[in-house]
């Protein structure tokens, strides 16, 4: 594999561990865990693994007898940066318990997992994945692990590699599905403990224990360099509006820090938009409005930032989704027989009256693309929507509107950006890089610890990080129910924007005079050399969550 002198040079880099995993650990118990919501439900699903107490790491100085152990992993879902030093982590932990030791990798995601498709990875195949992005030293994927078919297929393979535990890394979704592996292995006594790490760049998998999800920190930060590039040439040209529309599914947060980071003229966050009941005219006038001031002012340029999701928050929308949910799951071989030319009549047709007016209205390919194929967790793929476009095009009729009303007199010109994949496997920041590298160290320490159904967290993270504090969570503990394919089930709880957070309070109270001043901030590259103050710094999500604390 051919190297560029950065990754050359990134390569030497030594993650930094919390000091108290670097000597023996022992696991020391809190209190026995309650699900956030729906405890009957909760508990009665995971009979074995609910009400586990939340574990935290102390040095000991006891030393341990230890015995070699073989230990499977999984990537699963959308790649996050600092992936492949979760990995480091997980094997550098394990060889540290026993040198015989053994990680396999299962290849392309958790269907590697249930087809029997692995690697053995070794100290020198990992070695040129230390510190780099992307998910390659063994692929992803979105395969859903659920049914006991699924469950039995890998404990197969598991038995025959004399695997004795599972590490997932993965999101919400993915880690749902860890916690119902651990149960029905515990269930039938399989001898297999399943752990996982909190991954998405979508940063909607924190909560009150697990403080962030790997990848956001990193994405984030690739995001705001280019936002910013675009800013510096707008308001060096002066002749354009960019809206930008940026990853994250259903949740703000990577639209929200990227704005705290940057300052733009205009920031959607979907979470304010649903609780303002507010319709897509309302967003649009939003918008319109500040164009036309800043045009008052001369200012025939500006940015603005849509989260991917926003189309899901317009109260209308979420409604019509919800039917569509349902229906699609309730009539999934009638539909799959409408020819496609139809299936837009169909789908009216069997709409309730208020949702088919609703879905009628929007534009023929977003009404096409809310009633295609969820991915296998049952999300709505809004990557897809291109909202940014049809946000821009109902700002310049409503523009042309105003002008007609005497209201604008400027001139609008727009311009289009979806970023989301050139974030997700950059080479992870320094941030990054060590969190990911203790998330799979610890994971390692909980293998040891003989417990299943937990997630691996490292937690006082705004402090420097041999500072973090090491432990695991109960995956049972985050859980809530919820519809999904037409039916209740128990998922881990997605963490939204809140508005009345730190992060959106700091943003609402600046964003009035972001959008009629010219306020830009440009962060520029990430960067893995130099001073802490610019290599080492948390997200301001992160920082602003913590001040208040
Ligand atoms: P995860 O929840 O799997 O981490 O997904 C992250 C994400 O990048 C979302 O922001 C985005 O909507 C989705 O993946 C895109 O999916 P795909 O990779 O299948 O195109």
Redesign the pocket.
Known sequence: MKKSALQKARAAYQPKLPIVLTGTVKAVPGHATNSVADQEDIKNLFPNTYGLPELKFEKSSTPVPSKPVNVGVILS??Q?PGGHNVICGLFDGLKKVHRESKLYGFLMGPGGFVDHQYMELTADFIKDYRNTGGFDIIGSG?TKLETKEQFDKGLEILRELNISALVIIG?DDSNTNAAVLAEYYKSINAGVQVIGCP????GDLKNDVIETSFGFDTATKVYSEVIGNIQRDCNSAKKYWHFIKL???SASHIALECALQCQPNVCIISEEVEEKNMSLQDVVNYVADIVSARAAKGMNFGTVLIP?GLIEFIPAVKRLIAELNDLLAKSAEEFAKVDAADQRQWIIAHLSEENAKVYESLPAGVARQLSLDR?PHGNV???LIETEKLLSEMVAKRLEEMRAEGRFNGKFASLHHFF?YEG?CADPSNFDADYCYALGFNAACLIRAGVTGYMSSVRNLTKPSVQWVAGGIPITMMMNMERRHGAMKPVIQKALVRLDGAPFQKFASKRDVWAVETSYVYPGPIQYFGPAEVCDQPTLTLKYEHQGK
């Open positions: 879902g959308g996050a979105r999101g991954k998405t760049i979508d990853m994250g599914r991917e991915d793929q809004v990557s989301g997700r």
